[in-house]
């Protein structure tokens, strides 16, 4: 009867154990966004320096974009490091010999999304708050496929200038822009973000802009006589959406991409 009693308060022990709030360190705002949709705000140790979410804004800075700091990263006890970026840098394998364990989520599609909050719900053990969020992603998504326009808008995706920067088919932001029924002109070459010569700008003749940079910067740098036959230039149609939503896969995409479809059109 005494073993008995002692199996059951050990079983319970275990599953207190395992439903007990595990605290992790993200590396990434998409990861951050995640957590904190699926509720694990307070699950949160550290964070990255591009992690500037208000709501974290307390939680101390642990590593850079996908690179960790050895000593902050040991000092906030956290057993556990969420990204979707990895800097190929040392401090991986000395966190892993500490008995850190780093899980990469995967950052290629926007089919992705629905299963990087399940995964994140997995680790906080907040399945059911993960689910939710999951299947609400699912829809949004699969209501932005069934509707995509049958002419797509030709776009210049410029992530940065001078030189202008942009995304390729190997990118996160050219497969997400799809479903806001942009074809990027840059989206058959095999590269993830790179810089797009002026030649290559003015043979696919844009019919708009789509920019991340200030709006000043970017109409001063077209405003250069060799692009002045560009239809988007032309047009003026340049287009500015917020960064933050629309470069993160987070929970917050699938409404960007809707609302970038609608200002488009």
């Given at each position: 009867m005494r073993i008995k009693k002692i199996f059951w308060l050990f079983a319970v022990w275990c599953l207190a154990v395992a439903a007990e709030p595990v605290q992790v360190i993200s590396l990434a705002p998409a990861v951050t966004e995640i957590i904190l949709a699926v509720g694990g705000k307070a699950d949160l140790a550290g964070r990255?320096?591009?992690?500037?979410?208000?709501?974290?804004?307390?939680?101390?800075m642990v590593g850079d974009m996908g690179k960790p700091f050895v000593e902050p990263v040991l000092k906030s006890r956290a057993k556990v490091i969420l990204t979707d970026t990895l800097a190929p840098v040392p401090q991986w394998g000395v966190l892993k010999r500490c008995g850190i364990e780093v899980i990469q989520l995967p950052g290629r599609s926007v089919?992705?999304?629905?299963g990087n909050i399940r995964m994140i719900g997995r680790v906080l053990?907040?399945?059911a708050a993960a689910e939710q969020a999951a299947c609400r992603a699912e829809k949004e998504l699969a209501a932005l496929r069934s509707s995509l326009p049958e002419h797509p808008v030709r776009a210049l995706v410029v992530?940065?200038?001078?030189?202008v920067v942009t995304c390729g088919e190997s990118s996160f932001l050219s497969n997400a822009?799809?479903?806001?029924?942009?074809?990027?002109?840059?989206?058959?070459?095999k590269q993830d973000y790179f810089v797009l010569n002026s030649e290559h700008i003015i043979a696919a003749a844009p019919e708009v802009i789509i920019s991340f940079m200030p709006a000043g910067a970017t109409e001063k740098y077209f405003s250069r006589n060799e692009f002045r036959n560009i239809?988007?230039?032309k047009e003026r149609k340049f287009f500015y959406p917020d960064v933050n939503r629309l470069c993160r896969m987070a929970p917050a995409l699938p409404g960007a991409l809707q609302e970038l479809r609608s200002l488009l059109r």
């Open positions: 990255s320096t591009a992690c500037d979410i208000p709501e974290v804004k307390h939680v101390p089919s992705d999304l629905p053990h907040r399945e992530i940065a200038l001078p030189p822009l799809s479903l806001a029924g942009v074809e990027n002109i840059s989206g058959g070459i239809p988007a230039v």
